[in-house]
Nanobody, 116 residues
Framework: VQLVGSGGGLVQPGGSLRLSCAAS????????MGWYRQAPGKQRELVAR???????NYADSVKARFTISRDHAKNTVYLQMNSLKPEDTAVYYC???????????WGQGTQVTVSS
């Protein structure tokens, strides 16, 4: 599956952004969709994930601030990010994991910068 992420940018602390991840195929059966991020000098980490059944989980650092959701008609997954902090600055990557064979696909990454 091909993934195209978008929606990053520069935002002030306390602001909001919504990231989008458009998939080339139906991702709502057999796929776990996730958003990861990687800050300079750090390892890539899971931010949020949504299963094929609609269950979600979040990194502790983003709980109550970020929301992952999906649009079946558009084959798109979103990450709504509120109350952004400078430590949220990173490149954000969309990920799709096929639960049938555990293969993964990655989007190209979108930069999020939180700064005043």
């Amino acid at each position: 599956v091909q993934l195209v992420g978008s929606g990053g940018g520069l935002v002030q602390p306390g602001g909001s952004l919504r990231l989008s991840c458009a998939a080339s195929t139906n991702i709502f059966s057999f796929y776990v969709m996730g958003w990861y991020r990687q800050a300079p000098g750090k390892q890539r980490e899971l931010v949020a994930r949504i299963t094929d059944g609609g269950g979600t989980n979040y990194a502790d650092s983003v709980k109550a601030r970020f929301t992952i959701s999906r649009d079946h008609a558009k084959n798109t997954v979103y990450l709504q990010m509120n109350s952004l902090k400078p430590e949220d600055t990173a490149v954000y990557y969309c990920n799709a994991q096929d639960i049938r064979d555990l293969t993964e696909s990655w989007g190209q990454g979108t930069q999020v910068t939180v700064s005043s």
